[in-house]
Each structure stands twice: as C-alpha cells, then as structure tokens.
C-alpha cells in the first residue's frame, strides 16, 4: 500500500523556522517527483513546491522562493521541506503527495501536518 | 501565472441526481488538468488527470470533459459519500495551480 506520512508541524514564532519530513512506503520513491501543497484553515488548496526524481529539479510558487527549500534523500525514502522566514500567511496544513505525473498530478496525499505561525 | 475559477461555488443537489460542476483556465492548459474530491477533515483525492482519465478505483459515475480552457467533471448520480469539495488543478505550466473549489452539499 503506498503510504505518505506528514511529521515536523507545530507552533512557530513569526520569523522562525520550521522543518517538514514526509515518510512514503509502498512504491518506489525515487522513481517519483514529489510535491508539498498546503491548505491555509478553510481555505482552499495551494501548490508550494515539486522536486524531481534526484532532487536536481526543484520549484517553488512565488510566494515561498527564497524561504522554503524542497529537498529529498531516496536512501531514506523521505521528502523535506524546510521553511524559513515564516509569515502568519503560510499557517496552514501541508500535505506531501507524489507527484504521478511528473510535474503534474496528485495522488496520493498524506495526512497533513499543521503549521501555526503566530506569537 | 495560470488562473483557475470554478462555478458554481456551490452546488446543492439530491442523492440520485446529476452534477455538473464547471473549471476554466485563463489561458490554455490543453488536457492538462486534474480533479480532486475532499471530505472534512480529510486529504485531497484524485479523481480524475489528463481531463477525462479516472484515477484508480474512482467509481465510473465519476466523468471529466474539456480542454483548452473549459472543462467538466459530472457526477452522473450523487451518492451519500460524494458530498464534499471538489478542487480543479492544472499542470500545464508552473506554478501549477489550483481552482477555489466547488462544494457539492445535500439539497
């Protein structure tokens, strides 16, 4: 069963940083592009960040470049996204998902992971 | 940047019947578009990708249409578990984005 499994969400100052890590399992991780989407509380869904299979190929929707960093370790089949600088606009619940079309569509999510940015 | 909208933002509709729910694309995305459903409290999941291909264990009653820059998905005969929000997304260029979400309620 392919399985993506959000940790690293919590409580974070304005400004501060915070790290995400998904788990995937079930199916060749590095054969896939990988995604973060986040979804701000009653809000609707927003594409953050894809990387590619060997992490060579990374983007970022404007409003995270400079601040978030995608990143990947196929040994440890796991995802990362690093954010910096954050603003009480990124609170939101981020999903990863493999990206089955590389540079395209969706499936599956994880869970999510909650970021609050708030002092 | 590629914006998309959807219509309506709300649909309300009895179990058994049809929905026909509308995403368009402010430049061309060819078939480069996806559907997503999601419940409370839940993931996204994708229902439909390249316009009109069911995803995976996606129920046949669910259908998508379109391209360029109108596109359907219709729901042929609504069933208990099929009320939530369904989001389109394309993925012809980056960013890729999302539509606002149409959120399909009992009537």
């Known amino acids: 069963e392919v399985q993506l499994v959000e940790s690293g969400g919590g409580l974070v100052q304005p400004g501060g940083s915070l790290r995400l890590s998904c788990a995937a399992s079930?199916?060749?991780?590095?054969?896939?592009?990988m995604t973060w989407v986040r979804q701000a509380p009653g809000k609707g869904l927003e594409w953050v960040a894809n990387?590619?299979?060997?992490?060579?190929?990374?983007y970022y929707v404007d409003s995270v470049k400079g601040r978030f960093t995608i990143s990947r370790d196929n040994a440890k089949n796991s995802l990362y996204l690093q954010m910096n600088s954050l603003r009480a606009e990124d609170m939101a619940v981020y999903y990863c998902?493999?990206?089955?079309?590389?540079?395209?569509?969706?499936?599956?999510w994880g869970q999510g992971t909650l970021v609050t940015v708030s002092s | 940047e590629i914006v998309m909208t959807q219509s309506p933002a709300t649909l309300s509709v009895s179990p058994g019947e049809r929905a026909t729910l509308s995403c368009r694309a402010s430049?061309?995305?060819?078939?480069?578009l996806a559907w997503y459903q999601q419940k409370p409290g839940q993931a996204p999941r994708l229902l439909i990708y390249?316009?009109?291909t069911r995803a995976t264990g996606i129920p046949a009653r669910f259908s998508g249409s379109g391209s360029g820059t109108e596109f359907t998905l219709t729901i042929s005969s609504l069933q208990s578990e099929d009320f939530a929000v369904y989001y389109c997304?394309?993925?012809?260029?980056?960013?890729?984005?999302f539509g606002p979400g149409t959120k399909v309620d009992i009537k």
């Open positions: 998902a493999r990206d089955a079309g590389g540079g395209g569509w969706f499936d599956p």
């Open positions: 390249g316009a009109s």
């Open positions: 990387i590619n299979q060997d992490g060579s190929g990374k």
């Open positions: 079930g199916f060749t991780f590095s054969s896939y592009w």
């Open positions: 430049q061309s995305v060819s078939s480069y």
């Open positions: 997304q394309h993925y012809n260029s980056w960013p890729l984005t």
